[in-house]
């Protein structure tokens, strides 16, 4: 899984997807992530990688709103694109973004299947759970 910590950006995936938004100068990339989670056919498990990314969108919405997790305060380029970029997510990228997070919880999902298995999966489900409860308004 390439996982060092159960928070959101303890991972390979969402590190490379941070990489990845500083070349981004709106939340079109946040917006594709959320979606391609979305696309996914419900009977279809959502894959963990595109389910890290999608919780690292999340994050990043989550502190766009002015609801930043610890995890994410510590992230320099998250907090410095957001400062810089001034995002505005609206509400239907917020409406978007908490289905992602129920199908990243859900049955069809392999990110929660590989937590499952380890002994940090009621920390990553109570973490999961925060931000969709930070996004939640």
């Not at 959502?46 to 766009?64: F, G, N």
């Not at 380890?118 to 308004?137: E, G, K, M, N, P």
């Amino acid at each position: 899984m390439g996982a060092w910590g159960f928070t959101t950006f303890d991972n390979d995936d969402a590190a490379d997807w941070l990489d990845e938004l500083s070349d981004h100068q709106s939340l079109a990339l946040v917006r594709e992530t959320i979606a391609a989670v979305l696309e996914v056919e419900p009977d279809e498990e959502v894959d963990a990688p595109l389910a890290s990314a999608a919780l690292a969108a999340s994050e990043l919405i989550a502190a766009a709103i002015g609801r930043p997790s610890g995890a994410a305060r510590k992230q320099e380029e998250l907090m410095i694109w957001i400062s810089k970029m001034r995002p505005s997510p609206d509400a239907a990228l917020i409406a978007d973004a908490l289905s992602a997070i129920d199908r990243i919880l859900g049955p069809h999902s392999e990110l929660r299947a590989l937590w499952e298995e380890s002994d940090d999966y009621a920390a990553w489900t109570d973490d999961v759970t925060q931000l969709r409860a930070r996004l939640a308004f």
